[in-house]
């Protein structure tokens, strides 16, 4: 039943390693985001995806690549881990039609990732 | 450059009490403006905002926009310790997509 679902929920890992995020969406959406939300719950969009297409690239190390196989999936790949990239990074879709009005976005539980 | 002021940034309030959340917003061609609630995890959406002078309400909670002003508020009223969260401000403009801009959030605690 669950609407934005992503994997793992926790992450904890070294600084220099590469992990990924998973993101699946099952509301029919044709837009996903990812945001990463610091220690002080400042959330910051990252990326923006419609129909497979990349959107929206805000200033993010070009460590951060995100890849959509398809638009109900939308995975983030971090390579060279640092420390500044603790923080709790959420996955949400939404179903926008450019030209159209905004629509809310649907938020997934968030992945907690800590690199020591 | 957009962005979104929430205040205050804390509030502590007892059950019953009627708390009002504000928020500015500065947003290059301005669509909508939206809340959400945050608890323990991921946001919840309360509202979209995109007219002026037009409340809408969900239970407790109602919110206004003021587009001439670049503001909202979120009030809840009767509040329980349910609505203890973070209650985040967002706003969506025409431009760089389908961005949308967070504010720091207000984070409500009410005691019993």
């Known amino acids: 039943d669950t609407a934005v679902s992503q994997t793992p929920k926790y992450l904890v890992t070294q600084m220099g390693n590469d992990k990924s995020i998973k993101c699946e969406q099952n509301?029919?959406?044709?837009?996903m985001y990812w945001y990463k939300q610091d220690s002080k719950k400042f959330l910051k969009i990252m990326f923006s995806?419609?129909?497979?297409?990349?959107?929206i690239n805000e200033t993010v190390p070009n460590r951060f690549s995100p890849k959509s196989p398809d638009k109900a999936h939308l995975n983030l790949h971090i390579n060279s881990l640092e420390l500044g990239d603790s923080a709790v990074y959420f996955c949400?879709?939404?179903?926008?039609?450019?030209?159209?009005?905004?629509?809310?976005?649907?938020f997934g539980p968030g992945t907690r990732l800590t690199v020591t | 450059e957009d962005k979104v002021v929430q205040s205050p940034l804390s509030l502590v309030v007892h059950e019953g009490d009627t708390v009002t959340l504000n928020c500015s917003y500065e947003?290059?061609?301005?669509?909508?403006l939206l809340w959400y609630k945050q608890e323990k995890k991921a946001p919840t959406f309360l509202f979209m905002l995109?007219?002026?002078?037009i409340e809408k309400k969900s239970g407790r909670l109602s919110s206004i926009l003021d587009k001439k002003e670049l503001f909202s508020i979120l009030n809840i009223t009767a509040t329980q310790t349910g609505d203890s969260a973070v209650y985040l401000c967002?706003?969506?403009?025409?431009?760089?997509?389908?961005?949308?801009?967070f504010g720091a959030g207000t984070r409500l605690f009410v005691k019993a």
């Open positions: 995109t007219s002026s002078g």
């Open positions: 995806y419609n129909n497979k297409e990349l959107i």
């Open positions: 949400a879709s939404s179903q926008e039609i450019p030209g159209t009005r905004p629509r809310e976005q649907y």
């Open positions: 967002a706003a969506r403009g025409d431009t760089g997509g389908f961005k949308t801009i």
């Open positions: 947003v290059t061609n301005f669509r909508s």
């Open positions: 509301l029919g959406h044709d837009t």
